[in-house]
């Protein structure tokens, strides 16, 4: 949700230009995809830039693997979202692989930028949250010609949610004793997967030039007085730290009904729009069922 500062929980970042091919191999995906060229790292030091890189490249890698080729038939969209979210949600998947594109007259103004800071480990504002903050992102749309700011938080290097990145294994369906595979036997759930580029990816659909590039309308922030076009957070939902369950258990309320006022459709939740995308990426790239317990 919106805080008082007009910022949003998570992070984000520039890329650079790489085009990508919707017609994907076995494995993986994200050794694709390059390490972005980055407009502007605040305060980062040489091993954050490049894990973030990566992190990045990863959040492009399954995106885009989701706007090409999961389907609304799908327990890994129908966990998160609706059939009528469906234009919506691949229009944001697509998006976030726009920021390759150069932000030009050549490109009809497809492409966009934004800049990211690396936050001291003392930094109040993300330690101030009630919950878990990996990073901030500013909502608002960008004024003139200065990119927003995301800021990354120390926590982001050394939580086990984002210190990984896809790259730190393979993807081995059924593999070896000796394999070093993120694809491992069951019992298994969403959370054992976790790596940094799905934070990245939740983050970018807050900007709100990704949700102007995406298709999304226009909202209006009631407490801040400003209009945008990405993404909320849904924190008030329970399990507080435990953003794909809430982001299910957002679905379920409005699958039966009994959405209250004031609660987001599933389309306009960052974590529905990440979590469902990187469900279908793990299931499909470990060969799984289509059931993932999260």
């Known amino acids: 949700m919106p805080s008082s500062n007009a910022i949003f929980l998570l992070t984000t970042m520039c890329l650079g230009a790489l085009p990508l091919s919707t017609a994907w191999p076995a494995q993986p995906v994200s050794a694709m995809l390059k390490s972005r060229q980055i407009s502007s790292y605040n305060?980062?030091?040489?091993?954050?830039k490049k894990k973030l890189q990566q992190d990045f490249a990863d959040a492009a890698s399954i995106a885009n693997?989701?706007?090409g080729s999961l389907t609304t038939d799908k327990n890994a969209?129908?966990?998160?979202?609706?059939d009528q979210d469906e234009t919506h949600a691949k229009g944001?998947?697509?998006a976030i692989e726009l920021n390759n594109t150069p932000n030009d007259g050549n490109h009809q103004g497809t492409g966009y930028a934004f800049s990211v800071t690396c936050a001291a480990s003392d930094d109040k504002e993300c330690s101030s949250r009630t919950t878990e903050s990996w990073a901030i992102t500013d909502a608002k749309a960008q004024d003139g010609d200065t990119p927003r700011e995301m800021k990354i938080c120390s926590k982001y290097f050394t939580d086990d949610k984002t210190k990984r990145s896809t790259t730190d294994k393979i993807y081995k369906?059924?593999?070896g004793r000796r394999d070093n595979s993120w694809c491992t036997p069951p019992?298994?759930?969403?959370g054992d997967f976790?790596?940094?580029g799905v934070t990245l990816l939740h983050e970018m659909t807050h900007l709100d030039i990704v949700g102007v590039r995406a298709g999304y309308p226009q909202f209006h922030d009631d407490e801040d007085n400003f209009d945008y076009h990405g993404t909320q957070d849904i924190d008030d939902l329970p399990p507080q730290n435990n953003p794909p369950q809430q982001a299910r258990n957002l679905m379920s309320l409005w699958r039966n009904g009994q959405n209250v006022p004031g609660t987001v459709e599933p389309y306009h939740s960052a974590e529905n729009i990440a979590a469902s995308a990187f469900e279908w990426y793990i299931i499909d790239m470990c060969k799984y069922p289509d059931n993932m317990p999260v």
Not at 77 to 82: A, C, D, E
Not at 187 to 190: A, D, V
């Open 194 to 196: 976790m790596v940094g």
């Open 187 to 190: 019992p298994y759930k969403l």
């Open 43 to 48: 305060g980062c030091s040489d091993a954050q």
């Open 92 to 94: 944001m998947w697509s």
């Open 77 to 82: 969209y129908k966990n998160y979202l609706r």
């Open 65 to 67: 693997y989701a706007a």
């Open 173 to 175: 369906p059924d593999p």
